[in-house]
């Protein structure tokens, strides 16, 4: 490790590869805020906290802001945002503050409810099954990233917003991207520009003929006289898309990479599914969770975090990845145990942020994984032994291929 300046800690771009080490030690230093710069291509920086109180606190603490309209923001990567989609985009509730965020949620929660999240298992197990069959005649050897864990929460998330037709292109764009077929896995302009015309015109055409679907949801969503604008349904959809899929993939690929690499929990998970399955899930989630660090805050006064005070106007990185490995919390936490109580950890946030999506990222890694050893039940890593290849990304832990044999 390098420090550039005092005080800021230069991190490698290979970090990405095991980040766990370096979490671990930063959990151990005094206080609980470090500065450092996570180098790549778009290099990050901030101050990182990594101890489970210290992030639990942290994605409650009112003080550290995510609005994203402010010049606060244009700092962030370095850069402001480019032509393209733009920062309307992020105007939508995981970059709001209260009151706009107590707005926009309560909305949003009319349209996004258990019900519809529940009514979608056999709109899951479609695809499910549909991706299997594809997978077969892809076999015996395939990439799980690829050819499973990135399309099914796509296609997922197009049907909830009614968005499928005539969306294949922009799927099969989208899909190519993000398992690293192309490109370093961020979104090209052109690709989310073609998603935002997408999203726009299905407004037009759900509020012409309203549907079953989230999106129609979303239009019709009020409270009294209030209700969202177009460019805050347009915002949502793409949020849906952008960041919704993702959390999901990652799950379904780091939990069949846990699965290959720990015989014992693959045999429990086998002889009792039912049973099985959700602990399963959850200490995934846990030991591996699928967005390493939360999105973005800002101190918006000087913050004290475990002993170390932030100054007004600096970015915070809360890791969730690392408080879900806090011994203080989690015996033995680098151990992968689907035993062991996991109340508590912080995969999908904490606080009024608290990711909405998590039921339906439940459910899709539930059948996947149920149908997938249901199907395969010979399933093995094509390349036992290897070195895993996890995306060089600040913000996702997952991996970006995961070569598997079906029979």
């Known amino acids: ?38 180098l790549g291509e778009a290099p990050l920086e901030g101050w990182v906290v990594t101890g489970h109180a210290d992030c639990r606190a942290a994605l409650a603490d009112p003080r550290l802001s995510k609005n994203a309209a402010t010049e606060v923001f244009d700092r962030r990567d370095g850069s402001e945002e480019g032509p393209g989609p733009g920062r309307a985009l992020t105007a939508h509730m995981l970059n709001s503050d209260p009151p706009a965020h107590t707005r926009l949620r309560r909305l949003v929660q009319q349209a996004f409810t ?57 799927l099969r764009a989208w899909a190519a991207t993000l ?34 679907d989230l999106l129609t949801a979303l239009i019709a969503a009020r409270d009294e006289d209030d209700r969202l604008s177009e460019q805050e349904i347009t915002s949502m959809g793409f949020l849906l898309v952008a960041a919704g899929h993702q959390t999901t993939a990652n799950l379904i690929s780091n939990g069949v990479h ?22 399963f899930i959850e200490e995934v989630l846990r030991h591996e969770s699928p ?9 918006t006064q000087p913050v004290t975090i475990g002993g170390t005070t932030v100054p007004a106007g600096e970015f915070v990185q809360v890791s969730v990845l690392s408080a879900n490995r806090d011994p203080a919390v989690f015996a033995d936490p680098d151990r992968f145990d689907s ?38 039940p010979a399933l093995r ?27």
């Open 291 to 299: 967005f390493s660090i939360a999105t973005m805050r800002y101190t």
């Open 179 to 212: 398992s690293g077929e192309e490109g370093d896995g961020e979104v090209s302009v052109d690709t989310a520009e073609a998603l935002v015309g997408h999203i726009r015109a299905l407004i037009d055409h759900k509020r012409a003929r309203p549907g079953d």
């Open 258 to 279: 846990a699965l290959l690499t720990h015989p014992r929990e693959l045999a429990a998970l086998r002889a009792d599914p039912a049973a099985r399955t959700g602990p």
């Open 1 to 38: 490790m390098g420090v550039e300046e005092p005080g800021v800690e230069e991190v490698p771009v290979a970090f990405f590869d095991d980040p766990h080490p370096d979490y671990r030690r930063w959990r151990e230093l005094a206080g609980g805020a470090h500065r450092v710069r996570i």
């Open 381 to 407: 890593s094509a390349a036992p032994g290897a070195r895993p290849l996890w995306w060089r990304n600040p913000r996702h832990r997952g991996l970006r291929t995961l070569p598997v044999l079906l029979r």
């Open 114 to 170: 258990a019900r519809r999240v529940a009514a979608l298992r056999p709109v899951v197990e479609g695809h499910v099954r549909r991706l299997l069959d594809e997978m077969e005649g892809r076999g015996p050897a395939v990439d799980l990233v690829r050819d499973f864990a990135v399309p099914l929460p796509l296609a997922v998330v197009f049907d909830l917003l009614g968005a499928s037709e005539g969306a294949d292109g922009i």
């Open 339 to 376: 035993s062991r109580p996991t109340a508590g950890h912080l995969a999908f946030g904490h606080g009024i942020h608290h990711c909405l999506g998590a039921p339906l990222a439940r459910l899709q890694a539930e059948i996947a994984f149920g149908a997938l050893l249901a199907r395969y």
